[in-house]
């Protein structure tokens, strides 16, 4: 194929691979410093009782801001330090943040975490998980872990065993993006979970594609025939919220509902709404 496009091209196209390369390692290095510096900050979106407007949990969310190369979003950062191998590092100081930062909120309010694909993998997961919550004190009760369904497709066994051990302490297991990934719905079924966040895709398309409402319907009857809580991402409009409630769908987050903040303004966020907040002990 090399041949029939000339030596030219060729060389341009590796070139490119080599840039692409190289930028990746100096990100790989900026983020190795990045958390070695504490400079990885976690964010905290809030997730509403769309009936009442209730603050129900939040989603913790991996922010950081680089110095030279500015902000870099968690779906270039994360993805690559999984590439790279240290995952686990940048997850650990992660959640020992977020789980921080939880316990100064409500103690009937959740923690929702993303865990990487490749954690699933690793059979230390879990005991890693539960130590970083013993160590800060923080109830595995309230935790909920979100994992994506290419998570639960390449490892199956192990994320199996993952996720039995992390239910059997009290985690709560999210299935996250539903409906975008290449699983059957037969995982649903052969999992675990306690809930299914339905993937922004749809709620965003709700007020002008019939089709997502179709969707979501079907999502909803599903999720309540196998008794799991449904959550709406991504909500942005009043008429999406009105969809959702009509559609039986009573939980969701969005920028509607706020936007991710830091664990300031998140407090901030709570005492605005007379949320009472955890006495400090
Ligand atoms: P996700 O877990 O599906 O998170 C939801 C994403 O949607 C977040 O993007 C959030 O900021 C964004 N979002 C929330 N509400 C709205 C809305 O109303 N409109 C729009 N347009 N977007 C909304 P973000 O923070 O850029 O994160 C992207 C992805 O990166 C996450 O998708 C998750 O897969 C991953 N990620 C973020 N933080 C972490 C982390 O701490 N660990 C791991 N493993 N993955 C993370
Ligand atoms: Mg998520
Ligand atoms: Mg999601
Ligand atoms: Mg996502």
């Known amino acids: 194929r090399s041949k029939r496009r000339g030596r030219g091209q060729v060389t341009v196209y590796t070139r490119e691979i080599a840039q692409e390369m190289q930028h990746a390692t ?23 009782n769309l009936k009442n407007e209730t603050v129900l949990g939040f989603e913790a969310l ?40 939880a316990l100064s909120w409500p103690r009937e309010t959740f923690l929702s975490f993303n865990l990487s694909s490749a954690q699933l993998t690793d059979p230390a997961t879990a005991s890693s ?33 993952i996720i039995a051990e992390l239910r059997r302490a009290g985690v709560r297991i999210a299935l996250d993006d539903f409906g ?41 009857a599903m999720c309540e025939g196998l008794q799991l809580q449904v959550v709406a991402e991504g909500i942005e409009e009043v008429t999406e919220v009105k969809i ?24 901030a966020y709570l005492k605005e709404r007379n949320v009472e907040l955890a006495a400090a002990d």
Do not use: M
């Open 180 to 220: 975008t990934g290449q699983s059957s719905l037969g995982r649903l079924r052969d999992f675990a979970f306690d809930k299914v966040k339905i993937d922004r895709a749809f709620v965003s398309r709700l007020a002008s594609d019939p089709a997502s409402e179709h969707i979501v319907r079907a999502i909803v």
């Open 129 to 161: 998980i539960l130590a970083i919550l013993g160590r800060i004190g923080f109830d595995p009760h309230r935790l909920v872990l979100e994992i994506t369904e290419t998570a639960v497709v390449t490892s199956a066994d192990t994320a199996h065993c």
């Open 62 to 101: 991996a922010r950081w801001i680089d110095p030279e190369l500015g902000f870099v979003s968690p779906a270039v950062f994360v993805p690559l330090a999984e590439e790279r191998g240290f995952i686990d590092t940048l997850s650990e100081t992660l959640l020992r943040k977020a789980a921080e930062a």
């Open 244 to 267: 959702l409630k009509a559609l039986g769908c009573s939980i969701g987050q969005g920028y509607f509902y706020g936007r991710p903040a830091d664990s300031a303004a998140t407090l």
């Open 26 to 48: 100096l990100l790989e290095q900026a983020l190795r410093n990045a958390i070695i510096n504490d400079a990885v900050d976690v964010h905290f979106q809030p997730i509403v």
